[in-house]
Structures are given as C-alpha cells and as structure tokens.
C-alpha cells in the first residue's frame, strides 16, 4: 500500500523558514516526481513545484521561486520543501504527491499524480 506522509507545518511569523517533509512507504522516489501542492481556506488547490531525480528538473510556481527549494533523499524515501521568507499569503494547506517519471511541462495539474499525502497546515502569521 502506497503511504505519503508530510510533516513540518506550523504557526510561523512573515520573514520565517520552515521545512515540509513527505516520506513514501510502499513507493520508491526514485524514477518519481514529487510535486508540491497547497490550497488556502477558499482558494483552490495550485501547485507550488515538481521535482524529479530522473533528469534534475524542478518546476517552481513564480509566487514561491527564489523562496521555496525542493529536493529528495531517496536513501531516507523522503522529499523536502525548505521554505524561506515566508508571507501571509503562503499560509495553507500544504500537499506532497508523486507520480512515476519526469515533470511533465504541465506539472501543476492535480492529475499528473496519483498517490497523494494528507496534508500539513502552515500558518504564516504574527
């Protein structure tokens, strides 16, 4: 049974860092993309970034490029989301998936990915 488990969400002022983690069981990340999804109370679920080891490409949405970085650790099946000067309008529901292969050019559609995690809240806020 495919398990992806994120981790990490908290109550963060604007200006902090926090770092999202989503650990797989029963799946491998390898030859995977892992992408990156939130959805804040009223707004629809938008994809934040995709990554994948297969070809070293990452996708960044332009709200979150230059602040968010993505990455995996495939000894430890568990992928990051280290997240820098944070802002309001970050705050969410955060959400890993994965999918087997590259990220695609289109890579913020929900239905690039089939196995989904339950999601952490991040609250940015003073």
């Known amino acids: 049974q495919v398990q992806l488990v994120e981790s990490g969400g908290a109550l963060v002022r604007p200006g902090g860092s926090l770092r999202l983690s989503c650990t797989a069981s029963g799946y491998t990340l390898d030859y995977s993309r892992v992408g990156w999804f939130r959805q804040a109370p009223g707004k629809k679920r938008e994809g934040v970034s995709c990554?994948?080891?297969?070809?070293?490409?990452?996708y960044y949405a332009d709200s979150v490029k230059g602040r968010f970085t993505v990455s995996i650790d495939n000894d430890k099946k568990t992928a990051y989301l280290e997240m820098n000067e944070l802002k309001s309008e970050d705050t969410a529901v955060y959400y890993c998936?994965?999918?087997?292969?590259?990220?695609?050019?289109?890579?913020?559609?929900?239905?690039?990915?089939?196995?989904w995690g339950q999601g952490t809240q991040v609250t940015v806020s003073s």
């Open positions: 998936a994965a999918e087997g292969g590259f990220c695609p050019p289109v890579w913020d559609k929900e239905w690039e990915y089939t196995h």
């Open positions: 990554t994948s080891d297969t070809d070293g490409v990452t």
